[in-house]
Each structure stands twice: as structure tokens, then as C-alpha cells.
């Protein structure tokens, strides 16, 4: 049989042994819990930095769009006001340059008289998607 000593000897030996383990520097090992919590966390914070990217180049496409859109609406108006001006026997449409940028239209050049450069006004101003005309035509004297 063990002695009081032996006892207390042996006890004092596993307590000096748990208190060293658990006073140790060495991490301890992480769960399955653990690994699989902080990969979820670091997707969901990848996933975030995508989609931010995503949402910006998306923001980028669509100004793209919208300027090729603006100007091909552009091109459209010119095209229709020059149309407009060569149908009015009024207007010499030859000597008339028309430009649109953002649905303003500006009228270059001379008209014969004017009530002509009036009529080339109210011309363009019926097209769809004119905002404005911002009429230069000087009257040929």
C-alpha cells in the first residue's frame, strides 16, 4: 500500500505537470469547428472584394454604353434636321453644317434670308430628341 507521501509526491508531480501544459507557449491545435468557421470567413470576405470590383466595372460598362448611346442618338438627330433643312425649299441645306452633342443642335453657316434661318430653327426643334438649337446661321447679304 502507498504511503501519505507517496500520494501527496505523486499528486504534487501530475498537478506540476498539468500546470506546465497548461502554461505552455505552443498554440493549441484548432478544431474541424474552428478551420471551417475561419474559411467562411475568408470567402465571404473575397466574395465581397469581387462583387465590389464587379459593381465598379459594371458602373464603368454602363457609362460606356450610355455615351455610345448618346451618340449614336446624336447622329441620328443630325441626320434628321439635315434631312428636315434639304426637304425646305426655304433653306439652302448645303450651306448649312449641323452638329448635336447631347441633344443640342447647332446650326453653321448662312441662309438666304431670315425667315429662312428661323424656319431652320423651328426645323430642328421639331426633330425628337432635340433639347436646343443654338442657331450661327449668319443672312447672306
Not at 465590389?52 to 443630325?78: C, F, S
Amino acid at each position: 500500500m502507498k504511503t501519505t507521501a507517496q500520494r501527496l509526491s505523486l499528486i504534487a508531480l501530475c498537478s506540476g505537470a498539468l500546470l506546465m501544459a497548461a502554461c505552455s507557449d505552443a498554440a493549441p491545435e484548432k478544431t474541424a469547428g474552428q478551420k471551417l468557421d475561419a474559411a467562411v470567413a475568408e470567402s465571404k470576405a473575397q466574395a465581397a472584394e469581387v462583387e465590389a470590383k464587379a459593381k465598379n466595372m459594371g458602373e464603368k460598362v454602363e457609362q460606356k454604353l450610355d455615351a455610345a448611346a448618346q451618340a449614336m442618338d446624336d447622329t441620328a438627330i443630325t441626320a434628321a434636321v439635315k434631312a428636315k433643312l434639304v426637304a425646305d425649299d426655304s433653306v439652302k441645306a448645303l450651306d448649312v453644317q449641323v452638329t448635336t452633342l447631347g441633344g443640342q443642335v447647332t446650326l453653321e453657316g448662312t441662309a438666304p434670308t431670315a425667315v429662312a434661318r428661323e424656319t431652320a430653327t423651328r426645323l430642328a426643334l421639331s426633330v425628337e430628341g432635340v433639347k436646343s438649337v443654338n442657331n450661327k446661321l449668319h443672312i447672306a447679304s
